[in-house]
């Protein structure tokens, strides 16, 4: 773990010297510096006054670099097409996919045939309108709706508008993406 690089640089994102930090740790600035300098391994308690005094959570400083946030800008998304869907992908962290799908008028996502998987799903309709059905509830959704469920009872998604239809997908589920949708 580089938690002392971690430090430093928040110490230094916020404008605080050494000398404040110990002041306000009660710390001595040769310990700090050997933390900084990942010579020595500090204590959880130790790590949660400087956690405290840098205001941070005490967990951020645990994580490792590819468990920090991750960014995916706007011309690095990747896109893909899928049973005559477009599918921008905006991000995935775990088991956790939020995506764009565009679909052409009339396609339906699950109509003909029982579909369901694990996890849950939540879907924010941002053009056209579509016909939402899982089990007995059945709803439209235009522009501006939203809806969730438990994805394990089957369900499906419709466009019945005359033009495509977009949607915000948030997906939870270890399921390959071709058997979500």
């Known amino acids: 773990m580089d938690i002392g690089t971690k430090i430093r640089s928040i110490r230094k994102r916020k404008k605080i010297t050494i000398a404040q930090m110990c002041e306000g740790t009660g710390l001595s600035k040769g310990f700090i510096s050997n933390i900084e300098n990942n010579n020595t391994s500090p204590s959880i308690n ?5 956690a405290e005094y840098l205001k941070v959570p005490l967990p951020y400083l645990l994580l490792e670099k590819k468990q920090h946030m991750r960014v995916v ?4 998304r990747r896109t893909s097409s899928l049973k005559n869907l477009k599918i921008e992908h905006i991000t995935s962290k ?9 679909s ?6 699950g109509e003909d045939e029982t579909h369901a ?22 709803i439209i959704a235009e522009e501006g709706d939203s809806f969730s469920w438990n994805a394990s009872v089957p369900h499906s ?25």
């Open 73 to 76: 800008r706007k011309d690095e």
């Open 104 to 109: 052409p008028p009339g396609f339906a996502i």
């Open 46 to 50: 130790t790590l949660n006054t400087i």
């Open 157 to 181: 998604v419709k466009n019945i508008g005359d033009t495509k239809s977009v949607i915000l997908i948030a997906i939870y589920s270890d399921t390959k993406l071709e058997d979500l949708l």
């Open 117 to 138: 998987h694990e996890g849950e799903e939540c879907h924010l309709v941002l053009e056209g309108k579509v016909l939402a059905e899982q089990g007995e509830d059945s």
């Open 94 to 102: 775990g088991p956790l996919r939020i995506m764009i799908v565009e």
